[in-house]
């Protein structure tokens, strides 16, 4: 079992920065690959970014790439979404999620566990 807990939404301009922090309970979190996703209302939701469990292989969506950087630190059981160049666009409830398999998956049914989500607002 796998405790998600997000932090570090708000609400910002157009053109700033963003870091969303996602802290596992327990002590595998290394044995578990990380993503963001997020829902905008009235949306589906989509694949934002994906880490593997040793951090070296990730996976951006293309409307982020560029812009957004995923990371983990397993030491201290978090995963990390630096988000710059923010648009009105990426307005979103932003969620964390863990998957067991080595590699970070983008189909929300391979996680099996689950953040509360954090809400992002980008004003233009």
């Known amino acids: 079992q796998v405790q998600l807990v997000e932090s570090g939404g708000g609400l910002v301009q157009a053109g700033a920065s963003l870091r969303l922090s996602c802290t596992a309970s327990?002590?595998?979190?290394?044995?578990?690959?990380m993503a963001w996703f997020r829902q905008a209302p009235g949306k589906e939701r989509e694949f934002v970014a994906g880490?593997?469990?040793?951090?070296?292989?990730?996976r951006y969506s293309d409307s982020v790439q560029g812009r957004f950087a995923i990371s983990r630190d397993n030491a201290k059981n978090t995963v990390y979404l630096q988000m710059n160049s923010l648009e009105p666009e990426d307005t979103a409830v932003y969620s964390c999620?863990?998957?067991?398999?080595?590699?970070?998956?983008?189909?929300?049914?391979?996680?099996?566990?689950w953040g509360q989500g954090s809400q992002v607002t980008v004003s233009s």
């Open positions: 999620a863990a998957n067991s398999a080595i590699l970070p998956y983008s189909i929300p049914n391979d996680y099996a566990y």
């Open positions: 880490i593997s469990r040793d951090g070296i292989i990730t």
């Open positions: 327990g002590r595998t979190f290394s044995r578990y690959a």
